[in-house]
């Protein structure tokens, strides 16, 4: 039994959004808290605490630059406007009183913005009047950074993938090497703290697959200092475009997939669909910090996947061909599955003016529909293809080499329920067939017993 953690962007996604619904969700604070302050970053402090967004409870979390000041606007562009009257925590354990309040129901469209988080020196550009702070990190140096990090090779792997994606997409965005592309120091430290954060929130639950749902966008333009942009920004829009990430404009004013959080999405997710049947464990809730007509939360879910079999979401492609040669079929199907096709068959069928023709079916995953058309248009004759999708099970399955009186052998090993069964691969019966001049069914059954035993 697998579990799943399922993040839910029906308000779009941004670092703090996804830290915060991850620690909500049961990551470890304490682990987070001691992870970055082996990086030996200052300038900043931790928040920690508890909001409400059109009515709904959320986990409240952001990073706190020291030199922008509490409850003012700071270098990422937005007024934090915390408020908590027992005062919240920071990660060096201070307690600051606000006397602003951010507990109560608020679903006005204010000008602060979660989206703001992308502070590098070319996409953002926000007015910077800390003239002391302007120091610049490039990549590499973000990387030297991580590599300080006192967590294991997965987390650091991780953040320096996401990080790896906001440089390419700003280096693109821009028409310069990735070498190039410099980040704030305040910008740097927000959105290393946020990515970090998520690698070592995400490693902490420990989960087996993460699907991510379409990113809810807004629409219209921000202001950067250049001058005002598209939404989606170009560094969301290279991201989403080079990692097949699924967008859904709403009609929203405003910026609600940042470049981080698009990075995050596109480097998170393991699998497309969710498990056709599971249990909810528990369920977290992030907070954004612009305010919509729905609640800006980020929802993030741990499912516990059924165990029996494996139900699957795929496609079904189909063609009638009747002007197609026996040696172009037959092209065709080691093509498409050496694509990727799970199966591929072909029908004898009878198609207008009574003409002889096949079928050519195939089924495959939802991201691979694309590249199984271009080989159906190419490699056959066909002038079109319909598809629907199906939805099957699947055993859990995985190949042993098994030793015989004939040699060795492969076997998959099937397990359903409390059951396993022993399916001999073809191509070793027929080798030790032909190696002894032995009949198949012999062949066959000798291996299954081994591997049965």
């Known amino acids: 039994m697998g579990k799943v953690l399922y993040l839910e962007c029906n308000s779009g996604i941004s670092g703090d ?3 915060g619904a991850l620690l909500d969700l049961g990551a470890d604070k304490e682990a987070l808290i001691k992870a970055l302050q082996s990086l030996g970053v200052a300038g900043y402090h931790l928040y920690f605490g508890r909001t409400r967004k059109c009515g709904l409870d959320a986990y409240d979390f952001d990073v706190l630059l020291e030199d922008e000041g509490h409850g003012h606007e700071g270098d990422r562009g937005h007024d934090h406007g915390h408020s908590h009257e027992q005062g919240h925590e920071c990660d060096y354990g201070h307690s600051h009183q606000h006397d602003d309040s951010n507990n109560h129901e608020h679903c006005q469209e204010h000008d602060d913005s979660n989206n703001h ?11 910077h009047d800390h003239d002391h702070l302007q120091v610049h990190r490039n990549l590499q140096d973000i990387y030297t950074i991580i590599d300080r990090l006192d967590s294991g090779s997965k987390v650091k792997a991780m953040a320096k993938q996401m990080f790896g994606m906001v440089a ?65 920004v170009p560094a969301t829009a290279n991201i989403a475009a080079a990692h097949g990430l699924k967008l859904r404009f709403t009609d929203n004013e405003g910026e609600m997939v ?15 669909n969710l498990p056709s049947s599971f249990q909810i464990l528990k369920t977290g809730i992030g907070a954004g910090k612009k305010d919509f007509k729905q609640a800006n939360v980020l929802r993030a879910m741990l499912l516990l996947e059924e165990e029996e079999g494996t139900g699957e979401n795929m496609w079904v492609l189909e063609a009638n061909i009747d002007d197609c040669s026996g040696e172009a079929f037959g092209f065709a199907m080691e ?42 248009f190419i ?29 060795e052998a492969e076997v998959k090993v099937c397990t359903y329920k409390s059951r ?25 059954n000798v291996i299954r017993r081994e591997a049965e035993k």
């Open 17 to 19: 959004m996804t830290v």
């Open 117 to 127: 988080k992308h502070c590098h020196d070319h996409e953002c550009g926000h007015s």
């Open 168 to 232: 390419e997409a700003e280096s693109k965005a821009h028409g310069i090497p990735v070498e190039e592309v410099h980040f704030h120091e305040v910008g740097a430290i927000d959105s290393i703290v946020d990515i970090i954060s998520v690698a070592v929130c995400v490693d902490s639950l420990g989960v087996d697959e993460i699907v991510v749902s379409p990113l809810a966008e807004g629409h219209g333009s921000v202001r950067c200092q250049h001058g005002v942009i598209p939404v989606p």
């Open 258 to 272: 940042t470049p981080t959080g698009a990075a995050i999405a596109a480097a998170l997710e393991t699998r497309k």
């Open 335 to 376: 093509s498409l599955l050496e694509a990727g096709a799970a199966d591929v068959w072909y029908t004898p069928v009878f198609m207008k003016k009574n003409r002889p023709a096949y079928m050519l079916s195939l089924i495959c995953r939802e991201e691979e529909i694309s590249r199984m058309e271009d080989i159906l």
């Open 379 to 407: 490699q056959t004759t066909t002038i079109g293809v319909r598809r629907y999708p199906v939805l099957r099970t699947i055993l859990d399955r995985k190949k042993r080499k098994v030793m015989t009186e004939f040699g």
């Open 420 to 444: 396993t069964f022993c399916y001999p691969e073809f191509e070793s019966v027929r080798s030790i067939c032909k190696e002894n001049g032995l009949d198949y069914q012999t062949v066959y």
